[in-house]
């Protein structure tokens, strides 16, 4: 397996749900970015457009498993079981060995772990669709998501201004995570979906 959606226990209390996520959850996107502060909405975007476009929320919904793979963490400690974070990899186009890593994570819960988690099932979903390297772009103001992708591994291949641009190999990728103690979650993540299939 390598999409087996996840029961997992935050430090924070709360039990989640970690899953794959697709377009039947785009109420979920538009609620996540609805409650993003615009600070992170800035950081993720890169804009502090205020509602996200219909068409961003759409398409960052539309994850198919395989030119788009797309993970969640649900709170289902609330109802309707509302989207806490989530990630992308993201081909250019159909078979590329490339994609795209882009993730966000509500202002909440950042810095328990859930980038990490999510990142994990993304990284192995790629491994088993073919994808061998993903590239992520930052701001340089984002210390966050810089500090934790030089602690991944990720190499910059063009330094800023505007952006930086990260490069990760997925199996070594794989292999840091594998390796790191925390969150708890993430033994669970490679017990149940580091066997390469789907």
């Not at 186009?93 to 966000?104: I, K, Q, V």
Request: with cysteine.
């Amino acid at each position: 397996m390598c999409n087996a959606p996840l029961q997992v226990s935050l430090d924070t209390g709360h039990d989640v749900l970690l899953r794959p996520v697709g377009i039947e959850d785009e109420s979920k996107f538009q609620q996540i970015f609805r409650a993003m502060s615009p600070e992170s909405r800035y950081l993720r975007f890169f804009s502090g457009a205020n509602p996200v476009p219909d068409a961003v929320v759409r398409s960052l919904a539309d994850a198919d498993g395989h030119k788009h793979i797309a993970w969640g963490i649900l709170d289902e400690g609330e109802d309707g079981a509302p989207l806490m974070a989530a990630a992308h990899a993201i081909r250019s186009e159909e078979g590329s060995d490339r994609a795209e890593l882009a993730l966000g994570v509500l202002d909440q819960y950042q810095a328990h772990g859930l980038s990490r988690l999510l990142i994990a099932s993304v990284a192995l979903s790629c491994r088993a669709r073919g994808i061998i390297t993903l590239e992520a772009e930052t701001l340089p103001e984002n210390r966050k998501a810089n500090s934790l992708f030089k602690a991944l591994g990720g190499k910059v291949i063009r330094p800023m201004p505007p952006t930086t641009l990260w490069e990760f190999d997925v199996a070594q990728l794989i292999e840091t995570l594998r390796t790191m103690e925390r969150p708890e979650g993430l033994r669970k993540v490679f017990a149940v979906n580091a066997g390469g299939t789907a």
